[in-house]
């Protein structure tokens, strides 16, 4: 599997987060993202049990936007 560079939040510090990234999959479109780890108890308890090969990351409404451009690209090519 490949990655494509979406976009960074222009907010984030040098080595800071959050990224978005999009896969090359076939069966279906997915999207990577790198973020910051939810340890927010009061969240977590309002979320429940995580399993153990899933994890939260929480990337902000601007990082989106990178996710809505690809998405108005890849429907004027149709």
Avoid: C, N
Avoid at 41 to 64: F, M, Q
């Amino acid at each position: 599997m490949h990655v494509q560079f979406l976009g960074k939040d222009p907010e984030s510090q040098v080595d800071g987060s959050p990224t978005l990234y999009a896969t090359d999959r076939t069966d279906r479109k997915t999207y990577i993202a790198q973020g910051w780890r939810v340890i927010d108890p009061e969240a977590l308890a309002e979320i429940g049990e995580i399993p153990a090969h899933e994890t939260l990351i929480e990337i902000p409404e601007e990082v989106l936007k990178y996710y809505a451009r690809r998405y108005v690209q890849e429907a004027g090519d149709r």
